[in-house]
């Protein structure tokens, strides 16, 4: 027979590109992973054989590498299915869950078959040579092809039964492999000479490869362990599936101040250091990073495996943990979550997850989550709805809050503070709304509607005939982000005819900390056409010196509980004065935030503050009540 090996070459090819890009891209070393890859390489040996075994149909090869070829051609050809189903089963992370019944109709088959493959050569079954040493097909070499068939509608069945726990993805990829394979199949039973099985085998896996190999965005760039998305992934499988699991969590909470005292680089080495350690624990597809310095590991069968490893990992931290040269002591919170039984669903377990890490817990005990007071999901839907209404209503309200400039013993400026009144939830402060704002997306239409109302304010005149040279106005790190925030607040400018230098935004410190290119980008570009610029809440973050030489900001405003406690803590006062003088020398204006009685605005001033807010002067106040307070205004007394 005159065998057609194009599509044998073609395949082994497609074999060796693939196995190229799976080794050598950024993987999960997991079991779903480990299964492909002794998929794709039973795939290619099997191909490689029945190149072989087609080139050894010539005479001059012997008897016994004849048959060794298709004997191993067909044996690692047969695997290819069977191999794939216990991908599927890996794919929706069901295999330690099967029953026996399940697994005795996974296993039976193909150790039949194989068993028949391998002794072939005595029975000639499957396969064997005849007396002038050509290739023939035994009696029972149908088995062979019913075998795969039935791998393969076991596929179907299995991906059918359990269409809510897998993903469109995974349906399109084992739809695709299937419905290829037989096609394959079919084509080759009814024309032997025509090599298509391996073919359609390599097109099928290169097919998944794509589909479902392609996992860069699984995976944490810092840690290496799986993301936050992977982790809710991971539990809509197991509750869909209506499996037991646990989760532990563990936080570290004074990671800023790693971040503070040895910079980003240690920081990183840290957590790449720390999520290794967490490995030892668990396999490599069980441990997660969740963001926010907080780490998952979840269980799924030994329950008890929790506390004792919550016991281990806290003992650990006990010593010193060493990072290249450095030996520091880190500290850590643990908070355990039996799903189903503390979270019914995904939701409820990225509640737990969210409040954890905003929590204030002093404690390294393993916390419960009757420990955990979950926002109200009401209340959060309740406010969502009086955002849209605010927005839809623009019932919004701006309140201003006069700046006393110390050296012209003036108010010179003001901030825009947004504030939201809701007929049905009342008065809603600005803690509570701009967060969710920010979640939902929100906040970009708040922004900007702050920003024109600061542009109108100043249009009027009434506020400059004042003395009011600029108004202050907050950028949320949502609109940093945004690649035309620029060109549009220009564009509002240019409406309202107002000069750039009449606004000044203000930047939190923690935005600051975070400048990826955009935001970056941005910040200078807002500086370049003349707006001015604050760093906001400065002490509260990570308060590091780059974002200060790097990026143009004008003003720096220090947070009013730093004010505060400058009154009631000697140390923190001389370290005040000391950060005053340092940002000084930088050519940079202080603002001092949160004064509220006169012997704070003394204070502030004989520590040489350029610039004062608070309550002492004004509290934020509407429009004409703002400007009724100015004209009013006197501080005369104060220097006295």
């Known amino acids: 027979m005159n065998y057609i090996v194009h599509y044998d070459i073609a395949a082994l090819v497609i074999y060796i590109?693939?196995?190229?890009?799976?080794?050598?891209?950024?993987?999960?070393?997991?079991?779903?992973?480990?299964?492909?890859?002794?998929?794709?390489g039973t795939a290619a040996v099997s191909c490689f054989f029945d190149l072989l075994s087609v080139f050894t149909t010539v005479e001059t090869v012997g008897r016994g590498?004849?048959?060794?070829?298709?004997?191993?051609?067909?044996?690692?050809?047969?695997?290819?299915?069977?191999?794939?189903?216990?991908?599927?089963?890996?794919?929706t992370d069901n295999f330690t869950s099967i029953s026996k019944g399940f697994k005795a109709a996974l296993y039976i088959p193909i150790c039949v078959d194989l068993l028949l493959i391998i002794t072939s050569p005595l029975t000639e079954w499957i396969i064997y040579l005849d007396a002038d040493g050509v290739y023939t097909r035994g009696p029972?070499?149908?088995?062979?092809?019913?075998?795969?068939?039935?791998?393969?509608?076991?596929?179907?069945?299995?991906?059918?039964?359990?269409?809510?726990?897998?993903?469109?993805?995974?349906?399109?990829?084992i739809t695709g492999f299937i419905g290829m394979t037989c096609a394959a199949v079919v084509v080759q039973m009814f024309n032997p000479e025509l090599l298509v099985e391996c073919f359609g085998g390599a097109l099928?896996?290169?097919?998944?490869?794509?589909?479902?190999?392609?996992?860069?965005?699984?995976?944490?760039?810092?840690?290496?362990?799986?993301?936050?998305?992977?982790?809710a992934n991971n539990c809509m499988i197991n509750f869909s599936a209506e499996n037991k699991f646990s989760v532990l969590l563990i936080r570290i909470p004074d990671f800023t101040l790693l971040i503070k005292t040895f910079g980003g680089r240690f920081s990183n080495n840290l957590l790449r250091s720390f999520s290794e350690?967490?490995?030892?624990?668990?396999?490599?597809?069980?441990?997660?990073?969740?963001?926010?310095?907080?780490?998952?590991l979840t269980f799924s069968k030994d329950h008890n495996k929790v506390g004792r490893i919550y016991r281990e990992i806290?003992?650990?931290?006990?010593?010193?943990?060493?990072?290249?040269?450095?030996?520091?002591?880190?500290?850590?919170?643990?908070?355990?979550?039996?799903?189903?039984?503390?979270?019914?669903?995904?939701?409820?377990?990225?509640?737990?997850?969210?409040?954890?890490k905003q929590s204030a817990f002093i404690t390294s005990k393993l916390l419960h989550t009757a420990d955990i007071n979950l926002y109200d999901k009401k209340r959060r839907i309740d406010v969502e709805r009086a955002i849209e209404r605010a927005l839809s209503e623009k019932s919004f309200r701006v309140n201003y809050q006069p700046i006393f400039d110390s050296e012209e013993n003036r108010i010179v400026s003001c901030e825009a503070l947004i504030r939201l009144f809701?007929?049905?939830?009342?008065?809603?402060?600005?803690?509570?709304?701009?967060p969710i704002a920010e979640q939902n997306g929100s906040i970009m239409k708040i922004g900007k509607f702050v920003f024109e109302e600061a542009c109108r304010f100043m249009r009027k005149g009434s506020a400059t005939a004042l003395g009011i040279e600029y108004v202050q106005v907050n950028l949320s790190v949502v609109q940093c982000m945004q690649s035309g925030l620029v060109?549009?607040?220009?564009?509002?400018?240019?409406?309202?005819?107002?000069?750039?230098?009449?606004?000044?935004?203000?930047?939190?410190?923690?935005?600051?900390?975070?400048?990826?290119?955009i935001m970056e980008q941005n910040i200078k570009q807002l500086s370049e056409i003349g707006i001015k610029l604050a760093l906001d809440d400065y002490g509260t973050g990570y308060s590091n010196m780059s974002y200060l030489l790097n990026l143009p900001f004008r003003f720096i405003k220090l947070e009013k509980e730093i004010v505060w406690k400058s009154l009631e803590n000697e140390k923190a006062r001389i370290a005040i004065e000391s950060t005053i003088a340092m940002i000084k020398k930088l050519n940079m204006k202080i603002v001092a935030e949160g004064a509220e009685t006169s012997e704070q605005v003394r204070m502030l001033l004989d520590m040489n503050c350029d610039f004062i807010q608070g309550n002492y002067f004004s509290k934020p106040l509407e429009e004409k009540e703002f400007l009724k307070a100015v004209k009013g205004f006197s501080i005369c007394e104060i220097k006295a």
């Open 487 to 517: 060109e549009s607040f220009v564009n509002i400018m240019d409406k309202y005819k107002i000069d750039p230098s009449q606004i000044c935004l203000e930047i939190t410190e923690t935005s600051a900390a975070y400048t990826p290119h």
């Open 140 to 173: 029972l070499q149908p088995v062979c092809y019913a075998v795969s068939v039935y791998y393969l509608v076991f596929g179907v069945v299995y991906t059918l039964r359990n269409r809510r726990m897998i993903s469109t993805q995974v349906v399109i990829s």
């Open 314 to 356: 806290d003992a650990r931290l006990s010593s010193n943990w060493k990072i290249g040269a450095v030996d520091t002591m880190i500290s850590a919170l643990f908070l355990r979550i039996d799903c189903p039984a503390d979270a019914a669903d995904v939701e409820t377990v990225m509640d737990y997850i969210e409040q954890f």
């Open 17 to 40: 590109v693939t196995a190229v890009i799976f080794y050598f891209r950024k993987r999960i070393p997991c079991r779903r992973n480990k299964i492909f890859g002794l998929l794709l």
């Open 422 to 434: 809701d007929k049905q939830l009342g008065n809603i402060p600005p803690d509570e709304f701009i």
């Open 65 to 91: 590498t004849k048959i060794f070829c298709h004997i191993a051609y067909y044996f690692t050809h047969n695997l290819i299915t069977f191999v794939f189903m216990m991908y599927v089963l890996f794919l």
């Open 204 to 231: 099928c896996i290169m097919l998944v490869m794509f589909m479902l190999q392609n996992q860069d965005d699984m995976i944490d760039s810092v840690t290496k362990m799986l993301n936050r998305s992977t982790f």
């Open 277 to 296: 350690y967490l490995y030892s624990f668990v396999n490599l597809g069980d441990g997660y990073y969740l963001e926010d310095e907080c780490f998952a």
